[in-house]
């Protein structure tokens, strides 16, 4: 029977310089190695090529989490969303250049003049994503976007926003399962009874409920029985990658032995 897949994201390492995380990817020894194309370790030509001789050396395959830290792709400020999805553009290119097997991007969120402009923001989400999903066409690449977290002025939290937003989209967007984030709504099974279609790739990490800690999976309150009894329920045969900051390690052998 299928099963999941198990994977790393390197969002744990952020604050360590580029070469430091290289190092990191051969010690995880992991076939699924999420990067994340931000901060310390955003992505250009020569990492690009950097990474993918390291992939083709050790047999990784990757994702690539798309540029978050300012961005918002339903900003109301024409400029400032077209820099916005250049360097978004620019990160599927990676993405490309990479044969990544999926790019990862966050919603859109509301801002401080939205309260004058009802709708606007949800409006101006759905176009950008459409978009990225052309370039991503272009590019032969797959994208999903990911549930986020309370209590930030995100556009799509919880499986209501996702059913809403899949109803009126017409392109192929798959949907990111952040586990941390649907503890804090208490949605993480609802989201994969509900979305078993769109379900691409999953983000496991945990946390205490009341705040997105990141923490190693069983240093929280998710219950990883049920999630692990959900995704074989739909059978999921797609990634599930650790993306806590600390217990890296022991997270992957948890996961090993809970997705069997
Ligand atoms: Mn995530």
């Not at 109301?76 to 250049?86: D, H, Q």
């Not at 978004?88 to 790019?103: E, F, I």
């Not at 017409?170 to 509900?194: P, Y």
């Not at 190693?216 to 692990?228: L, S």
Request: glycine letters at 6%; hydrophobic letters at 40%; proline letters at 4%.
């Amino acid at each position: 029977m299928a099963k999941p897949k198990i994977g790393l994201s390197m969002l744990y390492s952020l604050g360590k310089n580029f070469n430091e995380s290289l190092n990191e990817i051969v010690k995880a020894n992991v076939k699924f190695i999420e990067v994340v194309d931000d901060g310390l370790h955003a992505l250009d030509k020569r990492r690009v090529s950097e990474l993918k001789s390291l992939g083709e050396s050790y047999g990784i395959k990757y994702s690539l989490h798309a540029p978050f830290a300012d961005v918002n792709i339903a900003s109301p400020s024409t400029p400032l969303l077209k820099a916005m999805i250049r360097r978004l553009k620019n990160s599927l290119d990676n993405a490309r250049v990479l044969n990544a097997y999926l790019w990862i991007f966050h919603p859109g969120l509301e801002t401080g003049i939205s309260m004058f402009y009802p709708g606007k923001a949800w409006v101006q989400n759905r176009e950008t994503v459409q978009l990225l999903c052309k370039t991503a066409e272009d590019y032969g690449i797959k994208i999903a976007i990911e549930n986020v977290p309370e209590p930030y002025p995100f556009l799509m939290k919880n499986a209501e926003h996702f059913k809403k937003f899949y109803s009126e989209f017409d392109g192929d967007v798959g949907l990111v399962l952040d586990v941390g984030h649907a503890n804090l709504n208490g949605q993480i099974e609802f989201f994969i009874e509900t979305f078993p279609d769109r379900l691409m790739h999953i983000h496991a990490h945990d946390n205490d409920g009341t705040a997105d800690q990141h923490l190693g999976v069983g240093y929280g309150t998710v219950n990883w029985e049920k999630f692990a009894n959900a995704l074989k329920k739909v059978s999921y045969s797609g990634t599930v990658v650790v993306e806590s900051v600390e217990n890296v390690q022991e997270s992957l052998r948890k996961l090993e032995v809970l997705l069997v």
